[in-house]
């Protein structure tokens, strides 16, 4: 089924709605194919492909809402819902907070999006990938053992509403991640690499593995450590995580509720001057770029964080509405979510960071960002070093690392000029003040 034709569906189904009593009506509809192939124990151990097709209908009364979703495009059915979804919002309780839907203002083309290539992968031609990450990871380290997976997918969708918003989209994506684990005698090291893209012009899966096990290498022999107050470098996956995290909390959905530990605090400073962070959606061939939000808006770039300070809020129309400000195109199946989250770069490469650090820890990867309710941080490192003398040298144990988000954030002393870099993503080296290193010996 063409865009147009997923278009029409969608706008039949806005108008039964109306003519069913609602005041206004979304339509979402959505095909698309996906494959993977997953790797157990160095072999190929599953394929799995799978169709879908769907429609999500949103009608309001009084602000009250009715939802409905159905598998299958089937025309009379998706106008029965659209009709059903005008019922139930008669009978929801109004919300005095809904206003209006967004109606059809802006355009936004986003290139890059969609590769035929991409959409043309068989699953033969996935496993040839699958089998070629597990060979370069088992060049470098015979013995490792395997796990990964390569998935492709490719998706045409469209979104209407009552109020003439009418969006029609497409895209696809492709993906392998493998981690090596070795073990010789009672010791174990294990590392994780992928490569992501939405073109095969900047897929490049060839060096995942052996980049993965080279690394899982360094892992061997790792030590516990003191428990203290150190600096902190957040390697660029790590740093990737916590931004992502950052930008996530800045959603307005829970800060209008009062559920989040950024409440109150939108044009106050929350991080040190170095840090400014940008989310936009509408980078070429991003992985997480697109022309428009679920609700049709149009994206634009939003900047979150401006020299330490918290500008802006990402919002649906539903936040923005209720807030006085303009969408900001952030709109995801009824909640909010980012796109491609970026800081911007600082003055001192990666390796002048490192140099500065007398002792310290270095984290590769893992999940180190304020809790969204709370702020509080608290983590394990799964994949970190010991950094002494300004060099990274031993492998950390057993080790966790705890701060409050404030203090996290205020504590980001550099953000390096170089980068890891994947479609639509930036990720740089970051160096954090102090945090609690609990190493358990």
Same mark, same amino acid.
């Given at each position: 089924?063409?865009?147009?034709?997923?278009?029409?569906?969608? #706008?039949?189904?806005?108008?039964?709605?109306?003519?069913?009593?609602?005041?206004?009506?979304?339509?979402? @509809?959505?095909?698309?194919?996906?494959?993977?192939?997953?790797?157990?124990?160095?072999?190929?151990?599953?394929?799995? @492909?799978?169709? !879908?097709?769907?429609?999500?209908?949103?009608?309001?009364?009084?602000?009250?809402? !009715?939802? @409905?979703?159905?598998?299958?495009?089937?025309?009379?059915?998706?106008?029965?819902?659209?009709?059903? $979804?005008?019922?139930?919002?008669?009978?929801?309780? *109004?919300?005095?907070?809904?206003?209006? =839907?967004?109606?059809?203002?802006?355009?936004?083309?986003?290139?890059?999006?969609?590769? *035929?290539?991409?959409?043309?992968?068989?699953?033969?031609? =996935?496993?040839?990938?699958?089998?070629?990450?597990?060979? +370069?990871?088992?060049?470098?380290?015979?013995?490792?053992?395997?796990? !990964?997976?390569?998935?492709?997918?490719?998706?045409?969708?469209?979104?209407?509403?009552? /109020?003439?918003?009418?969006?029609?989209?497409?895209?696809?994506?492709?993906?392998?991640?493998?981690?090596?684990?070795?073990?010789?005698?009672?010791?174990?090291?294990?590392?994780?690499?992928?490569?992501?893209?939405?073109?095969?012009? &900047?897929?490049?899966?060839?060096?995942?593995? $052996?980049?993965?096990?080279?690394?899982?290498?360094?892992?061997?022999?790792?030590?516990?450590?003191?428990?203290?107050?150190?600096?902190?470098? =957040?390697?660029?996956?790590?740093?990737?995580?916590?931004?992502?995290? =950052?930008?996530? #909390?800045?959603?307005?959905?829970?800060? #209008?509720?009062?559920? +989040?530990?950024?409440?109150?605090? /939108?044009?106050?400073?929350?991080?040190? &001057?170095?840090?400014?962070?940008?989310?936009?959606?509408?980078? *070429?061939?991003?992985?997480?770029?697109?022309?428009?939000?679920?609700?049709?808006?149009?994206?634009?770039?939003?900047?979150?964080?401006?020299?330490?300070?918290?500008?802006?809020?990402?919002?649906?129309?539903?936040?923005? %509405?209720?807030?006085?400000?303009?969408?900001? !195109?952030?709109?995801?199946?009824?909640?909010?979510?980012?796109?491609?989250? %970026?800081?911007?770069?600082?003055?001192?490469?990666?390796?002048?960071?490192?140099?500065?650090?007398?002792?310290?820890?270095?984290?590769?990867?893992?999940?180190?960002?304020?809790?969204?309710?709370?702020?509080?941080?608290?983590?394990?490192?799964?994949?970190?070093?010991?950094?002494?003398?300004?060099?990274?040298?031993?492998?950390?144990?057993?080790?966790?690392?705890?701060?409050?988000?404030?203090?996290?954030?205020?504590?980001?002393?550099?953000?390096?000029?170089?980068?890891?870099?994947?479609?639509?993503?930036?990720?740089?080296?970051?160096?954090?003040?102090?945090?609690?290193?609990?190493?358990?010996?």
């Amino acid at each position: 089924m063409t865009e147009h034709e997923l278009l029409l569906l969608a #706008q039949e189904a806005c108008e039964a709605g109306k003519q069913a009593g609602a005041d206004f009506v979304e339509v979402s @509809v959505r095909t698309g194919r996906s494959a993977s192939v997953r790797v157990e124990r160095s072999a190929i151990d599953s394929v799995e @492909v799978s169709r !879908g097709e769907g429609a999500s209908v949103r009608a309001f009364v009084n602000g009250g809402l !009715g939802a @409905v979703s159905v598998d299958g495009l089937d025309r009379d059915r998706l106008t029965q819902c659209a009709r059903q $979804a005008a019922e139930m919002a008669r009978y929801a309780v *109004p919300d005095r907070d809904f206003v209006t =839907l967004p109606g059809p203002d802006g355009v936004s083309e986003v290139p890059g999006l969609y590769d *035929p290539a991409v959409e043309a992968l068989d699953v033969p031609a =996935l496993a040839r990938i699958a089998s070629e990450c597990v060979e +370069s990871a088992r060049a470098v380290a015979p013995e490792a053992v395997c796990t !990964g997976a390569v998935s492709a997918w490719a998706g045409r969708g469209g979104v209407a509403n009552s /109020l003439g918003v009418a969006r029609a989209s497409r895209g696809t994506s492709v993906s392998a991640w493998i981690e090596p684990i070795i073990r010789r005698g009672d010791d174990v090291g294990a590392f994780y690499e992928f490569d992501a893209a939405r073109r095969m012009e &900047d897929f490049d899966h060839r060096g995942i593995g $052996a980049e993965a096990a080279r690394t899982a290498m360094r892992f061997l022999g790792a030590v516990k450590v003191e428990s203290e107050e150190m600096p902190v470098v =957040l390697g660029p996956l790590a740093a990737s995580s916590l931004f992502e995290a =950052l930008a996530s #909390q800045a959603g307005a959905e829970a800060y #209008q509720r009062g559920r +989040s530990w950024l409440c109150g605090m /939108l044009g106050k400073k929350i991080a040190s &001057d170095v840090l400014t962070l940008r989310d936009d959606a509408t980078i *070429p061939a991003g992985l997480s770029s697109r022309a428009h939000d679920s609700e049709g808006v149009p994206c634009r770039p939003l900047t979150v964080i401006e020299n330490g300070v918290l500008t802006n809020l990402l919002h649906n129309s539903y936040t923005a %509405n209720k807030a006085g400000v303009p969408y900001t !195109g952030h709109a995801a199946g009824g909640g909010i979510a980012p796109s491609n989250v %970026n800081p911007v770069l600082g003055q001192i490469t990666s390796e002048e960071i490192i140099r500065s650090v007398k002792r310290g820890l270095y984290v590769n990867m893992g999940g180190i960002a304020p809790d969204g309710a709370t702020g509080d941080v608290s983590a394990t490192v799964d994949f970190g070093f010991l950094i002494e003398n300004g060099e990274i040298t031993r492998p950390v144990a057993g080790t966790m690392v705890a701060s409050g988000g404030r203090e996290l954030l205020e504590g980001i002393e550099a953000i390096s000029s170089d980068a890891r870099i994947e479609p639509g993503c930036v990720m740089p080296t970051v160096l954090i003040r102090s945090m609690r290193v609990a190493g358990g010996k």
